[in-house]
């Protein structure tokens, strides 16, 4: 059974950082593609940023480049996506989820599994 739990949310003031991690289990992390998305209050699900097995390779999307890392730990099965500079915009509850593959996918409907996330609030 596939499991993924984030964790690292929280309250932070704009200009300030955060990391969020993503324990996962029941996969073969070390060949999983893992990614980020995030929904903020009344939008739709986004794509933050992808790290592929492969390479690894990162791809992020234009609103958080340069600002946010997502990286992984292969002998701790944890994804990693740390926040820096973070703006109001970027409050959202933030999920990890994963997908097979060689292929590169930015899109919710590609995962096959999710975590059930974790909030992410940034005041002014």
């Known amino acids: 059974q596939v499991q993924l739990v984030e964790s690292g949310g929280g309250l932070v003031q704009a200009g300030g950082s955060l990391r969020l991690s993503c324990a996962a289990s029941g996969l073969p992390f070390s060949t999983s593609n893992m990614a980020w998305f995030r929904q903020g209050p009344g939008k739709e699900r986004d794509f933050v940023a992808l790290?592929?097995?492969?390479?690894?390779?990162?791809y992020y999307s234009d609103s958080v480049k340069g600002r946010f890392t997502i990286s992984r730990d292969n002998a701790k099965s944890t994804l990693y996506l740390q926040m820096n500079s973070l703006k109001p915009d970027d409050t959202a509850f933030y999920s990890c989820a994963t997908y097979r593959g060689s292929d590169i996918i930015r899109t919710p409907s590609g995962m096959e599994y999710w975590g059930k996330g974790t909030l992410v609030t940034v005041s002014i």
């Open positions: 790290i592929r097995w492969i390479g690894p390779s990162t």
